[in-house]
């Protein structure tokens, strides 16, 4: 996936110094933005923004509060490069959120390492889900893997949320975002009350999530989930939707539909040694337990202990 790291200057000094930089680097792609244009610019969501402090028409200071203020580029990386050496301007700069403030003359290996390796960071930290800071689907696959290649026993969690667009259709996104948090939450809590170590919980992405603890034996944990979501979810709900035990509805049709307040749905595979060869394996007969769990009403777990045939 190609880079693009946005040059802020007014006189295009920078941009021919970064491309010679990284002429053999083809994942990078720098593109070269006049101070005005930073509005248009940021519409893009670059990778990285590099800001030649002496070449731009501009206070730098405004313009890194412009970048920050933006909702999508909140997170987007900061390079100040300038000739300024006053450290209360450079603090000033740095008060603003931005990552990193460059001295020139610069030596031109630390500049391409610093951006490398920002780069390296931000994409590790784009594997973490934004909503509720869990580990994604590359670390859940490399976990998975790392624990079947040491042959160990371990239960494998899939969870998630019974009747959640409909929440979502009636409340709102926003709403909808506050319960996969809380979701989170719970998950977190009462796998690290249960278990003192070894234990991993991932967000697979929207309200499906994972959990791996070592050992077999998993109901324990199973019943404090449920219990602990279904005791503090209705918070969630208006206390008339609460009382009522459902919410209403209207499909594609017009017609009013009831739905049955949103629960929590687990599905258990149990790996002992020698059970599955790869990850795979484990998510096909997740997937089934876990539909097994979601045609009960209500929150409820499944586990499955099959033994495959020899």
């Known amino acids: 996936m190609v880079q693009e790291i946005y040059i802020i200057d007014d006189d295009d000094s920078s941009i021919i110094v970064f491309r010679e930089l990284f002429k053999n680097d083809k994942e990078y792609k720098f593109i070269s933005v006049k101070s005005d244009q930073i509005d248009v610019a940021l519409k893009n969501i670059p990778a990285i923004i590099i800001i030649n402090e002496d070449a731009i028409e501009v206070d730098v200071i405004d313009l890194c509060k412009k970048i920050r203020t933006d909702d999508d580029n909140s997170i987007t990386p900061v390079i100040v490069v300038s000739s300024n050496g006053d450290k209360e301007h450079r603090i000033e700069i740095l008060k603003e959120s931005i990552e990193y403030y460059i001295k020139k003359p610069v030596n031109e290996k630390y500049l391409y390492y610093t951006v490398k390796n920002l780069n390296r960071l931000m ?11 869990l580990p994604g689907n590359v670390q859940i696959h490399a976990e998975l893997k790392k624990r079947i290649s040491n042959k160990e026993e371990f239960c494998v969690l899939y969870l998630d949320l019974d009747n ?3 929440y979502n259709d009636v409340y709102g996104f926003l709403k909808g975002d506050q319960i996969i948090k809380f979701t989170a939450d719970v998950i977190l809590n009462q796998v690290h009350q249960e278990y003192q170590e070894n234990t991993f919980v ?23 989930i449920i219990a602990n ?8 709900f208006t206390p008339d939707d609460a ?37 795979l394996e484990i998510g096909e007969i997740g997937a089934q337990v876990k539909h097994a769990a979601k045609s009960v009403v209500g929150s409820s777990y499944a586990i499955d202990r099959r033994v495959p045939k020899q």
Do not use: M, W
């Open 243 to 279: 009382k009522k035990g459902y919410i209403e509805v209207a499909n594609r049709k017009g017609i009013i539909e009831q739905f049955p307040l949103t629960a929590i749905s687990i599905g258990v595979v149990v790996v002992d040694v020698n059970r599955f060869y790869n990850i």
């Open 229 to 236: 979501f279904d005791e503090k979810v209705t918070t969630f």
């Open 123 to 133: 994409n590790i930290n784009r594997r973490i889900s934004p909503l509720t800071g």
């Open 202 to 224: 991932g967000h697979i992405g929207g309200d499906d999530f994972i959990a791996i603890v070592p050992g077999t034996r998993c109901e324990k944990l199973c019943q404090n």
């Open 164 to 166: 959640f667009k409909a």
